[in-house]
């Protein structure tokens, strides 16, 4: 599902590379937990599977494409393959909760009646039933990350970025939205997720591969968060 | 794409930026109806120019000792003249017999003409070429027994001049109002894009195409453009309206200056939708290109 070979990302500011030498190969259906301090270049990482930012030298491959020579008017039509969660949700703050999830299907120009079967049907899988007309303001953080990832599934993505997806949430709240990211990637959805929670990573006990200084550290098949010395 | 969304999309941006539409509005509107006032002014203008050169001749007026023998040889010299398209003698009686049908109403000025000598014989000359009056002047002016040479365009030239010049004075406004509109319709564009930026983000990330992020910024473009048009078109009909055909009613009576016709004033207002419009939507086009960074 994903390749990188060799990649190297310099920033024309910096000296150090934001990411060195790199090859790895992520399978179909993977749940890979991205980990690393602030600046180890897990972010770099995910821009380079979304074609927003290009690799200084090396190949990424996503879903068997050459990532770094996909034309530009093919990139929507690549992103609409790739579903996406942040830390900060990304919500419209003026739209509802079905408009914000409708709205990714709007764009790809989604007949109305595929929009009407989709959304209350996504909305119900995140758990999220009953709260279609609310406004991201009047929900709680956890439930607005639900919103972002039902808007994300809402396409059938292959591949779910997910870059920090828990840091702004409570434990316990954090733990719901992981049950539903394994339930996405349950269904064959690929799952990148970049984290600092080493209680989620220890928990769900799957691939995590480590980045420290833009070097390729770890690569871990039931990893935990920290060395399991 | 469905239309129902563009239109939420377009009605949300055009809310939010609602006094810098209204200034595009209103830029385009002053700068259209400029344009249209300049061509309403050419339309006039070609009309005089149909009506007048279409009528008018130079008039080559005999001296009062003129022999026979110099009229002949005149008349011989203008009709093998390949820039004179026709020539008609204007004896005494026949001058007279004008002036007091011209002057009909003027009691005391017929009455002061003492008899056919008093004005002079004359050739009506017509032109092939309106415009080549000065060569017929220079060459005619020393013939033998020619008095003087008259052109009656002589008169309407000033008139002429004042119209090209009103046409002048409308066209650069227009282009510097029209410079203003396509500043302004950037300017709001560019504020739209920076207040939708979330949106634009978002619609990025979840892969839609660069058409789908800038049909709104164009349509909205194109919406205040055509607003802009109609209300320059309203403008026009206002002007003509109560300018033309009250205020300035006397002046148009008089006939020397033609007014500007109904179907004239209509048949300005599709090319002032049509440049409104173009402009507008090419003009947040490559706004949308620099800004929206799709």
């Known amino acids: 599902m994903i390749r990188l070979e060799d990649v190297t990302k310099h920033y024309s500011a910096q000296t150090r590379p934001a990411l060195a030498d790199v090859s790895v190969n992520l399978e179909a259906g993977d749940f890979v937990f991205l980990v690393g301090a602030s600046g180890s270049g897990k972010s770099t990482f995910l821009r380079l599977l979304l074609k927003e930012e290009r690799a200084t030298s090396g190949r990424v491959f996503v879903a068997g494409k050459d990532v770094g020579r996909l034309a530009q008017w093919k990139v929507p039509a690549f992103r609409r393959k790739i579903g996406c969660v942040f830390q900060d949700f990304r919500l419209l703050p003026n739209k509802t909760v079905a408009q914000n999830v409708a709205f990714a299907l709007e764009v790809t120009g989604a007949p109305r009646h595929k929009v009407g079967a989709v959304v209350p049907e996504v909305l119900d899988l995140v758990g999220l039933k009953g709260k279609e007309q609310r406004l991201p303001d009047e929900l709680s953080g956890g439930e607005q990350q639900r919103v972002a990832i039902a808007r994300a599934f809402v396409n059938r993505p292959q591949l779910l970025i997910a870059d920090e997806p828990t840091g702004n949430l409570d434990p316990q709240t954090s733990i719901g939205i992981m049950k539903l990211l394994d339930r996405i990637n349950r269904t064959g959805t690929t799952v990148v997720m970049a984290t600092h929670d080493a209680a989620i990573v220890d928990t769900m006990r799957r691939r995590v591969v480590e980045l420290d200084n833009g070097h390729l550290v770890r690569d871990q098949a039931r990893g935990v968060y920290g060395y399991a010395q | ?294």
């Open chain 2, 1 to 294: 794409m469905r239309p129902r969304f563009v239109l939420q999309e377009i009605a949300t941006g055009l809310r939010r930026n609602v006094t810098m539409a209204a200034a595009v509005v209103v830029t385009v509107m002053v700068s259209l109806a400029l344009l249209g006032g300049s061509m309403l002014t050419t339309k006039i203008t070609n009309r005089m120019h149909d009506r007048y050169y279409g009528q008018l001749e130079v008039a080559v007026y005999l001296k009062a000792d003129v022999t026979a023998a110099e009229r002949d040889a005149l008349r011989t010299m203008l009709t093998s003249d390949p820039r004179v398209a026709r020539v008609q003698y204007e004896s005494h009686e026949q001058a007279l017999a004008k002036f007091k049908s011209e002057f009909a109403g003027q009691k005391d000025l017929v009455n002061s003409v003492s008899g056919p000598e008093a004005l002079p014989e004359s050739f009506r000359v017509k032109l092939k070429n309106p415009k080549e009056y000065t060569v017929i002047a220079s060459k005619y002016g020393g013939v033998a027994g020619v008095d003087e040479v008259y052109d009656a365009q002589a008169v309407l030239r000033p008139l002429f001049n004042l119209l090209d010049g009103v046409k002048t004075v409308a066209t650069v406004v227009a282009i510097v109002a029209g410079a203003a509109a396509l500043l302004t319709t950037f300017n709001t564009i560019r504020l739209a894009a920076f207040s939708r930026r979330r949106e634009i983000g978002i619609m990025r990330l979840v892969g839609a195409s660069n058409f789908t992020i800038q049909l709104p910024f164009v349509l909205e473009g194109v919406i205040a453009g055509l607003v802009g048009a109609v209300a320059a078109g309203g403008l026009l009909v206002v002007f003509k309206r109560w300018i033309l055909d009250v205020t300035l009613q006397d002046f148009f009576h008089a006939g020397v200056v033609p007014n500007a016709e109904w179907h004239e004033v209509l048949s300005v207002m599709p090319w002032l939708a049509l440049v409104g419009v173009g402009v507008a939507a090419l003009a947040s086009y490559v706004t949308s290109l620099l800004y929206v960074r799709v």
